[in-house]
């Protein structure tokens, strides 16, 4: 199932969208490097990975906010639980799926269904339930005294972030959002990818399906339901020797990499002051943590 593409937001950062238009504007398609060997999810590391929060990340950041923030909530006379974080995508399986199918295991099992994952218990609720007061003091959304006090900062929540990001900004993870969306969406479009594409579908017609793209193959399927077809299995394992057989996923993935690269080199001063930010709040969320 294709991502949906960025819109006209991406526009609005030139170098964005410098090489997307049609003409003399359009850049040439990037150079890529050695062809890399994808086995397993967690091979599927794309450049821009590098300036998003990692899940030992996030749950640093949310605990630390909750912890300030229960501090301020106190103050405002409330008694603020801690909320439990919300189960997270693990690292390694971020990028899952990112190019279809490629594991042959998988497959075989479930054909173009994403295995069920082995999920960890479900955190517990907190004990008491919270209150439209409290979560306006949390938010900031009320205006009246004594809550509003605190609803100039952000409330509590938009307080305990600022202390942690100390001066620095999170506005860039829209931008880095937006880069990633618009390389796949590159990708796709590179002749590299598209004659790729029409080798696989040439494949795929030898063994007696007609497919342009590999995602019409994985959307002709239903998403869930209590037993794999047969057919999706036959399509899924001829669809894969396909794969296989044109270098497909390798070569997607390199393509979207050097993409994804060169965004980086043209947008390297937002880029870095926004890993910049990441950085510093990592920081002084483990140190509000050491002294819980």
Known sequence: MRRLAVGAAALVFGMVSAGCGGGADKQAE????????????KDIKLPLDAYRETLAQRGNTWLAVQTLGRDCMRGLGFDWQILPL?????????????????????VRQWGYRIPPPIKPPEPKPPSNPVTPAQMEA???KAQNAPIGQAAAGGGCSGQAIAKLAKGTSGAGRDLVE???????????????VVKAFAAWSSCMKGRGFSYKSPWDANDAFPSAGDAVPQQELVTAAADLECRQSVNLVNLWFAVESAYEQRFIEQNAQALQAYKNHLETVQHEALTVLAGR
């Open 138 to 140: 949390w938010s900031g």
């Open 178 to 192: 937006q880069l990633v969306h618009q390389a796949s969406d590159l990708a796709e479009e590179d002749s590299r």
């Open 86 to 106: 919300a189960q997270q995508q693990d690292d390694d399986t971020a990028n899952s799926r990112r190019y279809g199918i490629f594991i042959e295991a998988e």
């Open 30 to 41: 990037p150079a890529l490097g050695p062809m890399p060997v994808l086995r397993a999810e």
